[in-house]
T-cell receptor, first 112, second 113 residues
Framework: GENVEQHPSTLSVQEGDSAVIKCTYSDSASNYFPWYKQELGKGPQLIID?????GEKKDQRIAVTLNKTAKHFSLHITETQPEDSAVYFCAARARIHQKVTFGIGTKLQVIP | DSGVTQTPKHLITATGQRVTLRCSPR?????VYWYQQSLDQGLQFLIQ???????AKGNILERFSAQQFPDLHSELNLSSLELGDSALYFC????????????FGPGTRLLVL
């Protein structure tokens, strides 16, 4: 089955700096890659997703890049703000059985 | 607010007991997913139902079962509970069956003593 590795597990940045979270996946047939943000005491919330026919997608301060050859994808947050502090999960969906597998999560702390 | 509701918010029970967690999907969503989140295992996919039928199965134990009713709400039944079953249980829903764009509920925190 699919295996998704995510790093770093924790990340501290100064407010206004950029944050990058990286994930690798094992199944080359995976074709959908969502990113979720989980704030304390809440359920995960989809913040951006990308499909395998696209190399990059942007939404305001958030961008995701996908490298199918290397089987890795990354989340980029620019001009970080304290409200960006949360746990971020990457995930990958394999095309054949269409199950989403999540990474272990990255705890992002934005220091004011 | 995602539109997905889960009850109860918290549940404390003893080993060997059985509990039922309930989920109501967003209006119009046909798929319901159940996930278990623990500190050391992250988010683990348990099972998916689509329009009343089991669609996909993940790492769900035989002691656990789920169903989706005609009104599309779902229940997750956990039996013969063990200490290790203590975790957050999330329900998510989506419009289609392909596991894209899932909306998560607030979760049920289960503590087994």
């Amino acid at each position: 089955g699919e295996n998704v590795e995510q790093h770093p597990s924790t990340l501290s940045v100064q407010e206004g700096d950029s944050a990058v979270i990286k994930c690798t996946y094992s199944d080359s047939a995976s074709n959908y890659f969502p990113w979720y943000k989980q704030e304390l005491g809440k359920g995960p919330q989809l913040i951006i997703d990308i499909r395998s026919n696209v190399g990059e997608k942007k939404d305001q301060r958030i961008a995701v890049t996908l490298n199918k050859t290397a089987k890795h994808f990354s989340l980029h947050i620019t001009e970080t703000q304290p409200e960006d502090s949360a746990v971020y999960f990457c995930a990958a969906r394999a095309r054949i059985h269409q199950k989403v597998t999540f990474g272990i999560g990255t705890k992002l702390q934005v220091i004011p | 607010d995602s539109g997905v509701t889960q009850t109860p918010k918290h549940l404390i029970t003893a080993t060997g007991q059985r509990v039922t967690l309930r989920c109501s999907p967003r209006s119009g969503d046909l798929s319901v997913y159940w996930y278990q989140q623990s500190l050391d295992q992250g988010l683990q996919f348990l099972i998916q139902y689509y329009n009343g039928e089991e669609r996909a199965k993940g790492n769900i134990l035989e002691r656990f079962s789920a169903q989706q009713f005609p009104d599309l709400h779902s229940e997750l039944n956990l039996s013969s509970l063990e200490l290790g079953d203590s975790a957050l249980y999330f329900c998510a829903s989506s419009v289609g069956a392909d596991q894209e764009t899932q909306y998560f509920g607030p979760g049920t925190r289960l503590l087994v003593l």
